[in-house]
């Protein structure tokens, strides 16, 4: 028996298209290369046998990981070249959006340092809820060897970067009261927000001004905004938007040199631990836009 017609292909794979692409996210940190993914699966939907497919969900998933599979190698390759610290293309979600991704910066960058193997073997498992069974179909291993990939996966997850919860209300505060005392320079009340061991990443991507390494410690991470401060008062940083940064409360800003970027913040008991900065154009496209 035919498949069904493309219309009816369609009406399927619309309402996954934005799960898909968040799937496809996750595993290459870049939207652009996502939405080619995802476009590329629904040409391979349209040539499947859709009547014997039980979980079109689940079977499309399975279907972007592989693709992301493939272009993770280039995607790799491109990052061992990359100038600077790297950075995850930034997803801003209003302050009162309701659709919060639970997959945050931090362990989207924990998943970073997985192979591509182990990498699929936890998002397929851990956050989309597959069977062994099928993320060996999918990755092209035993159930045995994914049990274990999805298990050092795991390991790794936890140790390089635990996660912290924060109410979103509470969150944005820091985010606001930071933005406040960072462009105002008021380093008392920055102090205040930083924990001791707090680290600054910063991504210009070789294309704008950024730390080329990060930044480690509450004194080393002072000095950088004691000299951010100072620009500032020269040519002010406007705050565009409030609101959450792939998962953590940040903000989107102009800065006085004219380059529309996002700061996202890790909190952890109630001070911030984690500042991450996009500088790079090329990945603030869409933002810009908003």
Known sequence: MSAPGPDTAAAVFDPLRPRLVRAAYRMLGSVADAEDIVQEAFIRWLGTDRGAVRDPAGFLIRVVTRLSLDLIKSAHRRRETYVGPWLPEPIVEAEDAADVDDVTLPLLLALERLSPLERAAFLLHDVFGQSF????EAIGRDETACRQLASRAR???RTERPRFDVPREHGL???????TASRQGDMGALRSLLAADVVLQADGGGKRPAAMVPIEGLEAVMAVHE?????VAAGGSKLLRLGLVNGLPGFVTMEPDGVVQT??????????????????PDKLERVASI
């Open 133 to 136: 069974a099928e993320i060996a």
């Open 155 to 157: 390991t790794h997850v």
């Open 173 to 179: 505060e820091i985010a606001q009261a930071f933005f």
């Open 227 to 231: 000299r951010i401060a100072a620009v």
């Open 263 to 280: 700061t996202a913040l890790e909190v952890a008991n109630g001070r911030i631990v984690g500042i991450y900065v996009v500088r790079n």
